[in-house]
């Protein structure tokens, strides 16, 4: 008989090793973290193994936390904030397939399972992902947030379109109850259209909006006795912000720009400024570049933990799989045309030509690594033809849908197309990769590291890039690689977890099943 795959879901992970060690209030792990140098001396290339010593600290106990979302009253808000009440609720409704109960389907962190490793009997155990270092659960989150718009949650949800009426019917008199602070609107950022929504926006400079949402974080924070706040964008995308000298370039130069009423200071960056001035972790979930130079600066002064940019949910998650696949395997892709149509709010403002141009950037640059990759296939600076259009169309709501054309050259001349349509319930995908982001910027908060001999711990540079399978453009440290492919993403996450607790990361070689003479793992 073939081994099995078992899923153990109840017991608790362990690791047993003399590199790792477990105290009332943290795990202690000694990792040996391998790569490869290369190095080219003639015609050759040369390569090395090296290796380096790292000692982990990650705190065990979970924080009680916090997240404020900016546009907390959009379809995403309101839809993450259902789906945490339906869930604490443990919440059943009936549609025409049958009953429904509540979830956290397409989360990584809890609806996922990785392989621990391989029992006596040689069969694969795997775990659910959130088992093997504690992390705080999405219903022990406590929500609030801003909007331009005063609606309450319970409208909005049903203003959304997105759940079903009877999980609506079930939430709504707690959700009425729950109302947005004032936000920061600036027309010249998003589209002229949104304007009829913004009757709840901060007033005054740039510096008293700033003093505004610092006083919010404190004081929900206070209020709430939280230990963390973590802030994230889901609101509107804003037009790319313009690099000025002497306005966004450096930490300093921000500062004064807001205290100045600068015009080419965006909501979003506002909003990165106050979180970061207050300690609190900042994720942008749109594509615009909120993280000027000067942002990234001063998160680096503060040494706050920023991510982004963009929620990866739908169509640009499949074409890193996709892409990945076909030049991993020696084809080449030419031509990339993606094709989306949609009629929630997210599309009605990006029918604007600045903002949809944000969009399109950040949808746009998911190939770039894996194209790079294979100089076999591209000639240096060669790419495939990536043609992005997005139209708004009000009848679709919430449903986007997603149509790309692969054209690939393959074997002798021959070509090879392949069409995919997709439909994406936006809010629905979208919501627990939001509960993911939170999750895991909370968790890194609790890691450090001691680097080759280091004698203090430090933790990671703050530009988070570790979040990059959630995100559709990473943002990474200046001077870093970006990695789009999708699985490298992910098991970036996963080996990072198990060098947390000192076990090995998982190579996928399964040596101990290939061969005849199988030898003993000790």
């Known amino acids: 008989n073939n081994m099995s795959y078992v899923f153990e879901g109840t017991a608790a992970v362990e690791a047993v090793s003399d590199k790792v060690e477990y105290t009332e209030d943290a795990i202690f792990s000694k990792y040996t973290y391998t790569t490869t140098t290369v190095k080219k001396e003639g015609d050759k290339l040369k390569a090395a193994p090296k290796s380096m010593q790292v000692e982990f600290k990650t705190d065990r106990k979970v924080p009680k936390t916090g997240v404020l979302f900016v546009g907390w009253g959009g379809n995403n808000g309101a839809t993450v904030t259902a789906g ?8 059943t409704w009936r549609t025409k397939e049958g009953e429904q109960k509540a979830n956290y389907y397409g989360s990584l962190t809890q609806a ?3 392989r621990l490793g ?10 659910p992902f959130s088992s093997i270092i504690p992390m705080v659960h999405p219903n022990d989150l ?3 947030g801003w909007d331009i718009s005063k609606t309450n949650l319970g409208d909005a949800m049903r203003r959304s379109k997105v759940l079903d009426v009877q999980i609506q019917d079930q939430l709504y008199d707690k959700m009425k109850d729950l109302v947005p602070m004032p936000s920061v609107y600036n027309p010249d950022f998003i589209a002229a259209n949104q304007a009829d929504r913004a009757d709840n926006v901060i007033t005054g400079s740039l510096k008293e909006q700033l003093d505004q949402l610092m006083a919010d974080i404190k004081g929900f924070k206070e209020k709430n006795s939280l230990d963390k706040v973590i802030v994230l964008w889901t609101a509107n995308t804003e037009r790319f912000s313009e690099i000025q000298e002497g306005v966004n370039d450096t930490a300093d130069n921000l500062m004064a720009a807001i205290d100045e009423d600068e015009d080419e200071v965006a909501p979003s960056t506002l909003f990165a400024v106050a979180s970061i001035l207050t300690g609190s972790a900042y994720i942008n979930g749109s594509p615009q570049n909120t993280f000027v130079p000067g942002v990234i600066e001063l998160a680096q002064k503060h040494n706050v933990y920023i991510a982004g940019d963009d929620f990866k949910s739908g169509q640009t998650k499949m ?4 892409v990945d696949f076909f030049v991993s395997a020696g084809i080449k892709p030419v031509s990339i045309v ?14 604007a030509p600045k903002q949809f141009r944000s969009k399109e950037i950040s949808k746009s640059n998911v190939v770039d690594d894996m194209v790079a990759s294979n100089g076999i296939l591209f000639e240096p600076g060669e790419h495939p033809d990536h043609c992005v259009v997005i139209k708004y169309v009000p009848y679709v709501g919430d449903s986007k849908r997603a149509m790309d054309e692969y054209t690939n050259e393959i074997f002798l001349g021959g070509k090879n197309t392949v069409v995919m349509h997709n439909t994406c319930e936006d809010s629905l995908l979208a919501s627990p990769l939001i509960l993911d982001l939170v999750i895991l910027t909370e968790l890194f908060q609790r890691v450090n590291f001691k680097m080759d001999g280091a004698t203090e711990y430090d933790g ?3 530009v988070l890039s570790l979040l990059s399978f959630l995100l559709k453009a990473p943002l990474v440290p200046p001077g870093t690689p970006v990695v789009n492919a999708l699985f490298t993403q992910r098991e970036a996450i996963v080996n990072f977890m198990r060098a947390c607790v000192g076990l090995p990361p998982e190579n996928h070689m399964l040596l101990e099943h290939r061969v005849r003479c199988r030898g003993t793992l000790s």
């Open 84 to 91: 945490v009440l339906a869930n604490k609720q443990n919440l």
């Open 112 to 114: 996922s399972t990785v």
């Open 118 to 127: 391989v029992d006596g009997n040689g069969n694969d155990i795997f775990v």
């Open 142 to 144: 406590v929500i609030g």
């Open 319 to 322: 074409k890193s799989v996709l």
């Open 338 to 351: 993606s094709y989306n149509h949609l009629g929630n709010n997210d599309g009605k403002n990006l029918s």
């Open 460 to 462: 990671f540079h703050p």
